[in-house]
Nanobody, 114 residues
């Protein structure tokens, strides 16, 4: 399985950005997927997850601002980020959860300027 993120960049506070994660392989549609992020000097943290059936779950810090979604036909997961804050600045990673071992992408940088 290979995961490739895209969509990161520089955005002003209050702005929006949409991240994408494209997965190779045939297990995407049955797998729980998630977005994690890591800011400089901090531990990696969970942002949101989504089941194969589309049920989302969010960290409190992004509830009401971020929306996770997926298109199983395209093997793609998305993270729509609105009302961005400087504290959202981080490297955002895509994750595919598997009992046999999780898969991670390389990350895409999101920088929010104040």
């Amino acid at each position: 399985v290979r995961l490739v993120e895209s969509g990161g960049g520089l955005v002003q506070a209050g702005g929006s950005r949409r991240l994408s994660c494209v997965a190779s392989g045939s297990i995407f549609s049955i797998s729980v997927m998630g977005w994690h992020r890591q800011a400089p000097g901090k531990q990696r943290e969970l942002v949101a997850t989504i089941t194969g059936g589309g049920r989302p779950n969010y960290a409190d810090s992004v509830k009401g601002r971020f929306t996770i979604s997926r298109d199983n036909a395209k093997n793609t997961m998305y993270l729509q980020m609105n009302s961005l804050k400087p504290e959202d600045t981080a490297l955002y990673y895509c994750k595919l959860y598997r009992r046999s071992g999780d898969y991670w992408g390389q990350g895409t940088q999101v920088t929010v300027s104040s």
